[in-house]
């Protein structure tokens, strides 16, 4: 059974960075695609970014673009995403997922881990 945790939320201000970090276990990822996606209050789960697991080709959503970069770690079965200039609009709750899918849609995702808060307020 798969499993991913969350972890590096916090409180940061403006203009700030955060790297938040999904541990995956249960399986081997090889032909996965991780992805990274976010909900504020009383919105839409959005995607972020995602990453194939085999080869390493990233995709970002327009909203970050030039100020997240999400990378793995084989050795670890580790996504990181590293957040900079950060904005108020990034708060939210941060989930990593894994999909088989070449789409990047929240439907495509599962196994959703529990989310890591990221707030970003002065």
């Known amino acids: 059974q798969v499993q991913l945790v969350e972890s590096g939320g916090g409180l940061v201000q403006p203009g700030g960075s955060l790297n938040v970090s999904c541990a995956a276990s249960?399986?081997?990822?090889?032909?996965?695609?991780m992805g990274w996606f976010r909900q504020a209050p009383g919105k839409e789960r959005d995607f972020v970014a995602a990453?194939?697991?085999?080869?390493?080709?990233?995709y970002y959503a327009d909203s970050v673009k030039g100020r997240f970069t999400i990378s793995r770690d084989n050795a670890k079965n580790t996504v990181y995403l590293q957040m900079n200039s950060l904005k108020p609009e990034d708060t939210a709750v941060y989930y990593c997922?894994?999909?088989?899918?070449?789409?990047?849609?929240?439907?495509?995702?599962?196994?959703w881990g529990q989310g890591t808060q990221v707030t970003v307020s002065s």
């Open positions: 997922a894994i999909s088989r899918s070449s789409r990047l849609r929240v439907g495509d995702f599962g196994s």
């Open positions: 249960g399986r081997t990822f090889s032909g996965y695609t």
């Open positions: 990453i194939r697991w085999s080869g390493g080709s990233t």
